[in-house]
């Protein structure tokens, strides 16, 4: 029975998950237009922000990372981190603060120096500054606004706090970083413009302008730019490029800056015996793996909701890179998992799961099952997630990969938050249950025969069917705020 379910499910996996062939091909074409498109935009960025861009594109995300889904009619997602020229060694000291976030500094200041790094703290994800920190460790400010200070008569030079006023003057604020970097993509994407600084007068005086990569016509023609939403990390368009619809995110991000101190690894990063209680066995590998990779590449910092914030997709891409090295059917699992998410539950109830959410849970099911023997089969390999996700989801908490105690699902919801939040998990746990009980059943609701289990998958799909009939109400009220984004974020440690 279990060889024939394995069958049905690689053959549902390879007409509606992943489609090879010139479906492949056609993916690898439109990465490879987008890449050129991108590469262009970040030199047209470059000049446009006077230096502030000097680095290629990085590709990260799903694709980069082989989590991607190629469904026959699916549009291709690509997202690139953009690097920002950064010039201190910024220390992240340690994970919890003393004092709340509205006490400290936003912007990461640009010309404060120290041997040992500018302390930094961390407040969930959030990176922020704290003055008196950075006095206290004799940081050294190489760089004032004198102008901006003698044009003041009211300024009595002898009081000004050095370390602030540098900071007023010279920081990379994270508003701003993301407001400008979305002028500049419109600026390249602007067929008035053949080049970034056309109307500057200095630029027109030059006898040798700086060059910038010719971005041809139909580009600019079939690339549409979003608006900018401040709560999100990147610079959104879309390309349409052949017969292919790309989504493309673009994501300023500040690598190589973050030092991690030993204190930081010791008291932030995650350990699983904090929320599994299963087998350990390979806990203490895994963490060591985690903190060499961590020490090796180090995280990013993107602009975020009006904050700096950590992000770990260098790491994360690290430690996936080699993920199915023995054979094993982990990326197919996380592919079909999320197929099922974007085509059963987000249209049912929202986004109650996001990418980096199931992104996460297949690091933790890495660890958990670390034998060969777990990931030899899709169906073995789907089960695990499963279990993993429903173990999550009854814990209410999926912990951050490589931050403690920040919790995937905190979200809160403006109406009734406890009420609707249990139901969101709730609703997702029967799903999961459902599905661990006769995945090829599950999958396979539209009609089509599937193979059927013991008694137990008719048990939890009544179950799962009661559920739902019981909250009916609730739960079109809670697709309604998802669709509407009626929630915050809420990151255990916040207070």
């Given amino acids: 029975m279990s060889g024939e379910s394995e069958r049905r499910l690689q053959q549902f996996y390879a007409s509606h998950v992943f489609l090879s062939g010139d479906k492949d091909q056609t993916v690898q074409e439109a990465f ?51 690097p920002v020229r950064f010039n201190p060694k910024l220390a992240l000291v340690s994970g919890e603060l003393a004092k709340q976030p509205s006490h400290l500094e936003q912007r990461l200041p640009t010309y404060m120096f120290h041997d040992e790094g500018v302390p930094l703290h961390r407040w969930g994800t959030k990176i922020l500054v704290d003055l008196e920190a950075v006095e206290e460790a004799h940081v050294k400010v190489y760089c004032h606004n004198q102008k901006a200070w003698l044009e003041d008569d009211n300024i009595d030079l002898d009081e000004l706090d050095e370390y602030q006023e540098s900071l007023k003057h ?49 580009m600019r023609q079939n690339a549409q730019l979003e608006v900018l939403n401040p709560a999100s990390p990147a610079i959104q368009l879309y390309l349409l490029a052949g017969l292919e619809a790309v989504s493309v995110k673009l994501v300023p991000a500040i690598q190589g800056a973050i030092k ?121 390999s789907v089960q695990n997630l499963l279990k993993v996700l429903i173990h999550t989801l009854a814990k209410s908490n999926l912990p951050h990969y490589f931050l403690r105690p920040v919790n995937l699902f905190g979200k809160r919801y403006n109406s009734n938050p406890a ?10 746990r029967y799903e999961a249950e459902a599905m661990l009980a006769d995945a090829v059943g599950y999958l396979l609701l539209d009609g089509q025969p599937g193979v059927r289990g013991v008694s137990e998958d008719a048990e939890k799909m009544a179950a799962l069917q009661e559920f739902k009939d019981k909250h009916r109400e609730d739960l079109k009220k809670l697709k309604k705020m998802e669709e509407e984004h009626m929630y915050e974020e809420v990151e255990v440690g916040e207070g």
């Avoid at 670390?370 to 169906?379: P, S």
Wanted: glycine share 6%; net charge neutral; aromatic share 12%.
């Fill in 32 to 82: 490879s237009t987008v890449e050129t498109l991108v590469d262009s935009i970040v030199k047209w960025a470059y000049q446009s922000s006077t230096g502030l861009y000097p680095q290629s594109p990085i590709s990260v995300g799903s694709y980069r990372e082989g989590l991607h889904l190629q469904p026959e009619d699916g549009s291709t997602n690509f997202d690139f981190l953009i």
């Fill in 170 to 218: 010279h920081n990379l604020d994270p508003v701003q970083t993301l407001t400008n970097f979305h002028r500049y993509v419109e600026i390249a994407l602007d067929p008035a413009y053949s080049h970034p600084l056309q109307n500057d007068p200095v630029f027109q005086q030059r006898l040798r302008p700086p060059k910038v990569p010719t971005i041809v016509p139909w």
């Fill in 260 to 380: 991690l101190s030993n204190q930081w690894l010791r008291e932030d990063l995650t350990h699983l015996s904090d929320w599994w209680g299963g087998d350990l066995t390979n806990e203490k590998r895994s963490f060591l793996r985690k903190v060499a990779v961590l020490q090796e590449v180090g995280p990013e910092l993107v602009a975020k909701g009006g904050f700096w914030r950590l992000s770990f997709s260098h790491p994360e891409t690290e430690l996936l890179k080699d993920v199915d090295a023995d054979g094993g059917q982990r990326r197919a699992a996380l592919r079909l998992l999320k197929l099922v998410n974007n085509t059963r539950w987000k249209p049912e109830y929202g986004k109650l799961l996001s990418s980096y959410h199931l992104k996460t849970l297949l690091l933790w099911c890495c660890e958990i099952y670390y034998q060969k023997a777990h990931w030899e089969t899709l169906l073995s």
């Fill in 419 to 428: 009420v609707y939040g249990p139901l969101a998990l709730q609703a997702l």
